[in-house]
C-alpha cells in the first residue's frame, strides 16, 4: 500500500497533535456553554477521526453514525449526496457536532446541516478533520451557536489514509497521503 502513495500530507504524529487540540477547543467551548453535544460521524471516512477525537473530549456526548453518498469508485464527486444511512439516536433539542472527514465540494455538508436542522437539532457545529477550500461549491452554514472546527486545509489534490479511500482501499492508512495517479487512472 505504501507504495502507491506518492507523498505524505500529514503524518501520524501531525494528525494526533491536531486533534488533541481540536477536543480541547471543543471541550472548552461545550464546558464554556453547558452543552453536552451529540457527536454524529459521516460514515465510513470519518471512523478514525472520531474515534480519536471523542477519546480527548472530556464531556458527556453521545456519538452516532450518519452516511450519506455521493462519490462512486472515483476521485470526483458525482452530484447531490442523499441519506443513505440514517440516525439512531434522537438530535431533537441536540446541540449536535458533525464529524467530517474532508470538506471538498460542501454537498455532504450541506446536506447533512439540513438533515438535522429537519430533525430539530438547536444547533449544528461541524467539525472536518480536513478543508480543500479550492473545490468549495456550497458556503455551508452553521446552524444556532454552532462553530466550523477544521483540522487541517488541504491541498486540491485526491487524498488517502486515516479514514479516507479510494475504492475502499487505503482506509487503514495511519497517515493521510496523494495516490500516485497511475493508481486511479
Ligand atoms: P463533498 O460533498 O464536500 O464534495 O465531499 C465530501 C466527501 O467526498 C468526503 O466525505 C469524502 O468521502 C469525499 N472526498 C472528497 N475529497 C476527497 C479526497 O481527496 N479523498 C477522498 N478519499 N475522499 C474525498
Avoid: W
Avoid at 69 to 80: A, L, M, P
Wanted: with cysteine; charged share 20%.
Amino acid at each position: 500500500m505504501n507504495d502507491h502513495i506518492r507523498k505524505i500530507l500529514f503524518t501520524e504524529q501531525q494528525i494526533s497533535q491536531r486533534i488533541s487540540e481540536l477536543a480541547s477547543t471543543i471541550t472548552a467551548d461545550f464546558n464554556a456553554s453547558g452543552a453536552a453535544p451529540a457527536v454524529v460521524a459521516v460514515a465510513t471516512g470519518a471512523f478514525l477521526f472520531v474515534a480519536d477525537l471523542v477519546r480527548k473530549i472530556h464531556l458527556p456526548i453521545t456519538v452516532d453514525f450518519i452516511r450519506a453518498e455521493s462519490y462512486g469508485s472515483g476521485t470526483v464527486s458525482n452530484g447531490q449526496p442523499l441519506v443513505s444511512f440514517g440516525l439512531k439516536l434522537d438530535v431533537r433539542g441536540k446541540h449536535v457536532i458533525l464529524v467530517e472527514d474532508i470538506v471538498d465540494t460542501g454537498n455532504t455538508l450541506s446536506c447533512l446541516i439540513d438533515y438535522m436542522k429537519t430533525n430539530g437539532a438547536s444547533s449544528v457545529s461541524v467539525c472536518a478533520l480536513l478543508d480543500k477550500p479550492a473545490r468549495r461549491k456550497v458556503h455551508f452554514q452553521v446552524v444556532g451557536e454552532g462553530k466550523f472546527y477544521r483540522g487541517f486545509e488541504c491541498p486540491d489534490e485526491f487524498v488517502v489514509g486515516y479514514g479516507l479511500d479510494f475504492a475502499e482501499q487505503y482506509r487503514n492508512l495511519p497517515y493521510i497521503g496523494v495516490l500516485k495517479p497511475e493508481i486511479y487512472k
